[in-house]
């Protein structure tokens, strides 16, 4: 589903990696592990389609991610790649419900707030619909950008150190959020990591560390 | 939700830098139309006025003085002239047309003014009832002169003596109220029209009391010449002004010499003397404008201050938009909206501001209507206004979009 052919990027001008191959199917989740500093946040954003690479390709699919143009690429990143990120960034003039109409209007699909409530609902945030964002927890805002990135039923879910602001309960109970949604979503998930306490949640891992 | 909707929200969640902006937006176009409205009525009320007269022809003294008296109705007269010098100018061949006029009187601040039919003719005015004056003490009244003072047709009046109505009045002969004028926006709108000797008659009551005594009461007296031309009258006569027209561009070059260094009369041009009373005001109105940009530069450079702060704190939510599918263009777009947003409802604050406060300064001073000012009208160029506001805001914008075009998703998100 995800196939990734002779990646060369740099994070730093000092170092280079490289992955010649690798394929992540239908289903299967992925852990990026690595320190702070080990390029995994850049991997991750090349397979986000936020950053083009030094080299290589990244299919999807069958879509050879950085053949698209700016626009078609921003248009296929807001229908098929869902991003949570380690600060829920959210738009705080906003509310919930504005916050992911949003997502729907940028990707250019149909606005349905149908859709929004049932997403919200399954992460028990149904009663905070018409909240401003500044009211909520931090632990509501997290859910809430994770409610935004599945919205759009994306193929891939892509998390950038979701659970290293979070206590133990809190990150073992995201990560297992994220999989459970993107298994109801049928999405590939891929996490990048250096929190110890979860790096053996997948089988699939990458560990930029040994590299 | 759409861009404009987005922009909307931002602009709605800093309330206080919003009315700020907007009311800095405002004041300035306010001041803008509030000249553009007073100049545009003005000259174009005077531009009504002097039309159809080519001359002034008066007692010497100044020449813009002359012209505000005996045209526009606002100044005291220079004095009189000799109604057989006048007589003897319009025999002129240069001459096409003269209508006399006698001021001197008013009632209730409205003036009386000594003239023939053509006066009426000039001003293309027509009768909304009754007729124009024929006999002596018969007048013709201006159409706010009968809605402000309640006359009707069958009234009668005592005139007063001067131009303001605190003067003494002529208590031995009073006006009857022949005819209404329909309303015309020109000066007619605010006199009180009757025959040269009418005036001549109640000014010699007050002169020689006892003579004409015997003449009180009795059957009225047709004018001598209400129709047109000027009147007969004794070798005392006097009358104010003359407005005259002339047969040629010729009567242009020769008669104001001719009249200033051969007579006793002074000649004044009512274009000239209009346009030098423009070219004075001029100066002011410039000043007033030059502050009153000066205000919408500093509302555009206050627009684009808190636009730059905001887009610093706002790069997340940029690169965010960016991650979410928004294109580079779409948050360029984003960010001039707020712009426009905020400076066109500046602009429409300032269509009220402007227009509420020419029609509240029109309330206060009197005279104003007289010159036939209102706020309550659109004039020309008000359009360009909006333009210069929805221009401020893309002006004010246009670096702040561009930055925000530029967001680098990755470096900012990589951020954290």
């Not at chain 1, 809430?144 to 879910?157: D, F, G, M, S, Y």
């Not at chain 2, 001021?103 to 009426?120: K, S």
């Amino acid at each position: 589903m995800i196939t990734i052919e002779n990646l060369n990027f740099g994070y730093s001008e000092k170092r280079l990696l490289s992955i010649s191959h690798m394929e992540i199917k239908e289903k299967q989740h992925l852990m990026i592990l690595g320190k702070s500093g080990s390029g995994k946040t850049t991997l991750l954003h090349i397979l986000g389609g936020l950053l083009k690479p030094v080299q290589g390709k990244v299919l999807i699919d069958d879509t050879d991610l950085y053949s698209l143009s700016g626009t078609e690429m921003d248009k296929y990143r807001g229908q098929n790649i869902g991003l949570v990120f380690q600060k829920a960034h959210l738009i705080s003039a906003l509310t919930v419900k504005d916050n992911l109409l949003l997502a729907q209007y940028f990707s250019g699909i149909p606005q349905d707030t149908g859709r929004i409530k049932e997403v919200l609902n399954t992460l028990n945030l149904g009663e905070k619909l018409n909240s401003k964002v500044r009211q909520l927890s931090q632990g509501e805002q997290q859910r809430v950008t994770i409610a935004r990135a599945l919205l759009n039923k994306p193929r891939v879910l892509l998390a950038d150190e979701p659970t290293a602001s979070l206590d133990d309960d809190n990150a073992n109970s995201v990560i297992q959020l994220l999989k459970e949604q993107a298994e109801n979503h049928n999405a590939s998930l891929i996490i990048a990591t250096h929190d110890q306490r979860v790096k053996d949640a997948f089988d699939l891992q990458l560990n930029l560390n040994e590299q | 939700m759409n861009l404009f909707l987005l922009s909307w929200k931002y602009i709605k969640d800093k309330p206080l830098n919003t009315f700020l902006n907007v009311l800095l937006m405002g004041l300035g176009i306010a001041i803008i139309l509030v000249l553009l409205i007073l100049n545009s009525q003005l000259e174009e009320n005077l531009a009504k006025n002097k039309r159809g007269v080519d001359l002034v022809v008066g007692a010497k003294g100044s020449p813009l003085q002359l012209i505000l008296a005996n045209v526009y109705h606002i100044d005291f007269p220079t004095g009189n002239i000799k109604l057989d010098e006048a007589k003897a100018l319009t025999r002129n061949r240069q001459v096409k047309s003269a209508i006399p006029l006698a001021l001197g009187d008013n009632y209730q601040g409205f003036r009386i003014v000594g003239t023939n039919h053509d006066y009426v003719k000039l001003y293309e005015g027509s009768l909304a009832s009754g007729d124009l004056w024929k006999y002596n003490l018969e007048c013709t009244i201006g159409t706010n002169v009968a809605m402000q003072l309640g006359l009707k047709i069958g009234d009668e009046f005592f005139g007063a003596h001067g131009l303001s109505d605190t003067d003494l009045d002529h208590d031995e002969a009073s006006y009857k109220v022949v005819g209404i004028l329909e309303p015309s926006n020109s000066a007619l709108d605010n006199l009180i029209l009757t025959n040269i000797e009418s005036i001549w008659q109640v000014h010699a009551h007050t002169a020689e009391e006892g003579e004409e005594e015997a003449d009180h009461d009795h059957e009225p007296v047709l004018g001598s010449a209400y129709e047109t031309g000027l009147p007969e009258g004794g070798p005392d006569a006097e009358i104010t002004s003359m407005l005259i027209q002339f047969r040629s561009a010729m009567g242009a070059v020769v008669m104001p010499r001719m009249i200033n260094s051969d007579t006793n009369m002074q000649a004044a041009s009512p274009a000239f003397e209009t346009q030098r009373l423009f070219s004075l005001m001029g100066i002011g109105v410039n000043m007033i404008k030059s502050f009153a940009y000066i205000i919408i530069v500093i509302a555009g450079l206050s627009i684009f201050i808190s636009l730059y702060n905001a887009l610093k704190d706002r790069k997340y939510d940029l690169a965010i938009m960016r991650s979410l599918g928004a294109s580079k263009s779409k948050l360029f777009v984003h960010v001039i909206f707020e712009g426009i947003i905020i400076t066109t409802i500046g602009g429409v604050l300032g269509f009220v501001l402007g227009h509420g406060l020419v029609e509240f300064l029109t309330g206060l001073y009197e005279k104003s209507e007289a010159i036939g000012i209102s706020g309550m009208v659109l004039v020309k160029g008000e359009f360009y206004v909006l333009l210069i506001s929805i221009g401020v805001g893309v002006l004010a914008s246009i670096l702040p979009a561009f930055n925000a075009y530029r967001t680098e998703i990755s470096k900012v998100l990589a951020q954290e």
